[in-house]
């Protein structure tokens, strides 16, 4: 019972903070044309991307408008730079507990600087919505916006610690269910006598990629491995000792970045002055056969890339080494490191391809139906979903049985 509490308790907490959130995003900023703001913005491809992470804070231009993406830009910034600053590579690996606080510190600072500079893009990004623009203005939009990063980031580390699951996975969860009622309304045709059916063949369409996702998100690798204490027992592999390697071992990052990197030439579009360049980038956004070529090339790129950063094969097969520990047939060192690296760019580049197909989907639908039902809740969304949800789940599962295994202890 006590357990139940406790858990009920961090529940109640974490769905507070996420409440608090979300109200956050509707208290609008004054001395903005709100109306003719959201008109003027509503088909902008790179709008409509940042809306999933903001909950749609890029349309409403509220004090929590910038959400969590300050704080996720940085944490990403901070992940590339610790694989190529030695300095910041030591405060992760030999400092312990206490390196990771200075890391976590840097982290905040970043995204501090990194929301006033999305601030000051905003104000000049909404110049033509404002009733008066000045210097005060200004100063007002900066203040609030980055303040109000800075609470919603104060808000994840909140659920981080004291509540259940990750709370900057859970605050973008938040945000891309909060979009899914208005996605479908405006994606429903007003009339089509067969919207009825063609309704009936996307709901076992999706629940089959829903189950796909989880499958191939949870889906590893098992390389076996044996110690020097196993061989002295017995002959016999044990099957519980085993290296997992994950297929999709970049998780949503690859498909985010990728994304991302597609939206920005509708953005640039506008800005570039020269007219060749302009042709270009309308082949990118225009012609489908080549949108789907470079989706596909910027999946895998991205794939390749992140995987590197996640799993280092040569530390690998250096901490196999130390604790005594080999792969079967394969010899400790430099050869396990060439194993590993081996299976991992495989296992990636399956992953790298159902990210692709996955995001192929909602295209695929939208040419054989009328219905743009997963239009706006695509591939990035689904995988976001699926990922958040399977490690909450898991979260509260260890919490329970450790707690259990506590209370048997005492």
């Avoid at 996420?18 to 709008?47: C, E, Q, T, W």
């Avoid at 940085?74 to 405060?91: D, G, H, M, R, Y």
């Avoid at 017995?234 to 690859?254: A, C, T, W």
């Avoid at 639908?365 to 995988?383: H, Y």
Wanted: hydrophobic share 50%; proline share 4%.
């Amino acid at each position: 019972m006590q357990i139940n509490k406790i858990l009920v308790k961090k529940i109640i907490l974490t769905l507070l903070l996420l409440v608090i959130a979300r109200m956050g995003i509707f208290i609008p900023i004054p001395g903005i044309d709100h109306d003719s703001f959201y008109n003027g913005v509503g088909k902008n491809a790179l709008i409509s991307f940042l809306n999933i992470f903001s909950g749609g804070g890029f349309s409403t231009i509220g004090v929590f408008a910038l959400g969590i993406v300050p704080y996720i830009n940085s944490s990403l910034i901070i992940q590339l730079l610790t694989k190529t600053i030695p300095a910041l590579e030591n405060l992760q690996k030999e400092e312990g507990e206490k390196g990771r606080q200075k890391i976590n510190q840097i982290t905040r600072y970043l995204a501090l600087m990194w929301a006033i500079i999305q601030s000051i893009g905003i104000c000049l990004w909404i110049k033509p919505y404002v009733f008066y623009w000045n210097i005060s203005f200004i100063t007002e939009v900066i203040v609030s916006l980055s303040t109000g990063a800075m609470i919603v980031m104060w808000f994840s580390e909140i659920i981080t610690e004291k509540g259940i699951g990750n709370g900057a996975s859970l605050l973008i969860f938040q945000n891309i269910i909060s979009g899914i009622p208005q996605n479908l309304k405006n994606s429903l045709p007003n009339e089509n006598i067969f919207v009825f059916q063609q309704v009936i063949i996307l709901i076992p369409l999706f629940i089959c990629m829903l189950v796909i996702t989880i499958l191939v998100q949870e889906g590893i690798r098992k390389i076996n491995i044996v110690s020097a204490r196993q061989l002295i027992k017995n002959n016999e592999l044990d099957p519980q000792s085993y290296l997992p390697l994950k297929l999709n071992q970049g998780g949503v990052m690859p498909i985010v970045f990728a994304s991302a990197s597609m939206a920005l030439p509708t953005y640039f579009r506008s800005l570039v002055p020269f007219p060749n360049l302009q042709k270009v980038m309308d082949i990118c956004i225009n012609n489908n056969i080549v949108y789907i070529m470079l989706y596909g090339i910027l999946i895998m790129f991205f794939s390749y890339f992140y995987s590197s950063l996640v799993l280092n094969t040569e530390d690998l097969s250096n901490n196999l080494k130390k604790m005594g520990a080999s792969i079967p047939n394969i010899r400790p060192g430099e050869d396990t490191n060439q194993y590993l690296d081996k299976v991992l760019k495989r296992l990636t580049f399956l992953g790298a391809l159902f990210l692709f197909l996955v995001a192929l989907v909602p295209s695929i639908i939208a040419q054989l139906t009328t219905i743009n039902s997963f239009k706006g809740f695509g591939a990035t969304s689904l995988l976001i979903l699926v990922g958040v949800a399977i490690d909450t789940a898991k979260q509260i599962q260890t919490y329970i049985i450790s707690e259990k295994y506590e209370s048997l202890m005492k």
